[in-house]
Structure formats: C-alpha cells, structure tokens
C-alpha cells in the first residue's frame, strides 16, 4: 500500500509568489483598480477604461480575484475595500508610488538576492536619475502607511509632548496630532535627514512640531518629553549606536516615559512573515539589519527602558512599547 502524496500546495503558492507580485503591480500600474473605481464591472468595461486588450483586462481581474483583492459576484468585479481604499486613486492615501518603487526599483534587484545571502551584502542599487524621486516616492507612501495604521493601534490622547527622534518621515508625528490635537511634537535628526523630513512635511506641520538639528550618535537631545518615538530607526544602525541612540532618548525624558520602537524585528515564535521577508528587502537594497526582538529588548533594559509589549501593525512593521525606569 501507497500513502497518499504530501500536498504540495504551499510550495507552489510561495514559488509562484513572485508572479503574484508582479500581476499586483500590473493592476495597479495599468489603472484595472482606478477602473473598478470608476465604476467598470467586467472585463469589456475594465478594458475599455484602462486601454487594455481585453484578453489582459481578464487575467489581470481574475488574478486579482484569486488573490483577493477584487471580488466576483453576479457576473461583476469590484474592489475589495482595501484596493478601494489604497489603489483606486480616490481620496485616501494612495500606495501606488509604493508599489512602482516596489516594482520598478526593488523586484528587478531581487534578481540578486541569492549571491547577498552568500555574502550577507547588498547588490549594487544605481540610484541615479529619477530613480531617486521613484524611491523616495515609494518609501515616504509607506512610510504614510505605517504612520495611519499606528496611530489606528496605539493611543496618542495621553500624551503632550512627543518626540520623534532620528525618524524619516514627518507623517508619524502628523497622524498623531490628528488623534490628539493637544499635542505638541518634535522632530530631531541629522541636517540632511532634517532637511528631507522638512521638504515632505505637511501644510500647518510647524503649528505643532518643532524641527531641530541634532546628532543623537553625538550631541545631546534637546527638549523634554512623555514619549519618544523612534519610527524605522534600529535598523539603519549598529546594535552599539542603536544602544546610544535609545540612552539619549531615555536623557529626554521623566521615569514612567513612554518609548515606542516602530520597525521590522524578527520573532520567528508568531508565525509573522513581513518581517523577514523586509529583513531580505532591507539586506538587498541597502545591507541595513532587521534585528531579533529580543535583542531589541535586551538594549531597552541596557539603557534605562522597560519593555512594556509588542503589537503588530497591520501591513506595517511591529511597535515595541516601553516605560522610562
């Protein structure tokens, strides 16, 4: 007697993952969510509105379909609420940017992939041109993203005075305003990080942040706060400097504090994927680390931080939650 074979289904969902990926970005590049969005319904009609021969309207619908980003009731395509919400170009926030640098910039790197798992080294990234604008566009987008789906997890109405220090985008501080008017906030970084936040801030931003210069590696923090944030910082620095970076943070700030660690970590216990699969992402692009959450949090106990608990974001990477000591 013969077993029964072993289903090879999640092998072939994940080897087939990079197709996926690249029907995604062609969805979304050749307008098939803007024209759900508009109202289109089948394939003749998507076609039509995206000037697509209608052969690729379908496989793009159905591939969507399949991956459950469109829906197919009674004969009619329609967005699901989140391409609705990020993709159709209605007055959301609008992830394309992030998508085409995703698949313009970073999926062709890829390519490279497994020569930088040999060598634990990135690939060679031409950043020229405008490909610069490409990438800058895609990570403020997800930037923005993650800023809303924080705030959307974590409570900002206790707090007056937040700080979010050697951060990349000024979207954090703005999402948390929204929640909580009362707030005041304070951006603080390096000259040329400064200089990028300040040029994609939105209007009215300086009503209730302050920007100043200061190299958290070096020179002490100015200010005094309740909370620091530190939003996509650990992994852009050694495990030495992240230990400085989190002890100037803990100079600024009275015991009972809140700290909040915003980044990919790896935590292999939750079953989380995202965060390894930016780990590859980050290691590629760039040789930048995602780290084990528990290293992190043996550095907030080196340097004066409890370590409260962690939550997932969704989409986005984890937020650790720590207490001054």
């Not at 936040?197 to 923090?221: R, S, W």
Request: glycine share 8%; proline share 6%.
């Amino acid at each position: 007697m013969t077993s029964d074979p072993v289903d090879p289904t999640p092998l072939a969902a994940v080897a087939s993952g990079f197709m996926a990926a690249k029907q995604l970005f062609a969805a979304s590049e050749l307008g098939v969510f803007a024209a759900l969005g508009a109202g289109a319904t089948t394939t003749t009609e998507v076609a039509d509105a995206a000037g697509l021969p209608e052969r690729s309207a379908r496989v793009l619908l159905d591939a969507m379909v399949g991956l459950g980003l469109v829906s197919y009731v009674d004969g009619a395509y329609r967005n699901t609420d989140a391409t609705a919400a990020y993709l159709s170009g209605g007055a959301g926030l609008d992830l394309r940017p992030w998508l085409a640098f995703w698949d313009t910039l970073s999926y062709p790197h890829w390519l490279g992939y497994t020569d930088s798992m040999r060598t634990a080294e990135p690939q060679p990234f031409d950043m020229g041109g405008e490909r610069m604008g490409t990438f800058m566009g895609g990570v403020q987008t997800y930037n923005s993203l993650h800023a809303q789906q924080l705030a959307g997890v974590y409570d900002f109405t206790p707090h007056r005075d937040l700080l979010d220090l050697a951060g990349l985008s000024t979207a954090f501080l703005d999402e948390a305003h929204k929640r909580n008017p009362l707030l005041r906030g304070a951006f603080v970084s390096t000259d040329m990080m400064l200089q990028m936040a300040k040029a994609g801030a939105p209007a009215g931003f300086t009503d209730f942040v302050e920007f100043h210069e200061a190299d958290p590696l070096t020179t002490d923090v100015p200010g005094h706060y309740d909370a620091v944030l530190l939003e996509h910082v650990l992994h852009r620095f050694t495990p030495q400097e992240n230990k400085t970076i989190l002890t100037r943070a803990r100079s600024v700030v009275d015991a009972g504090a809140t700290l909040l660690v915003l980044d990919f970590l790896l935590d292999p216990s939750d079953g989380r994927c995202l965060d390894p699969v930016l780990a590859g992402e980050y290691l590629v692009i760039d040789g930048t680390v995602v780290y084990p959450e528990d290293e992190v949090r043996s550095w907030l106990a080196d340097t004066g931080w409890r370590w409260v608990e962690t939550r997932p974001v969704p989409a986005s990477p984890r937020v650790l939650i720590a207490e001054a000591v």
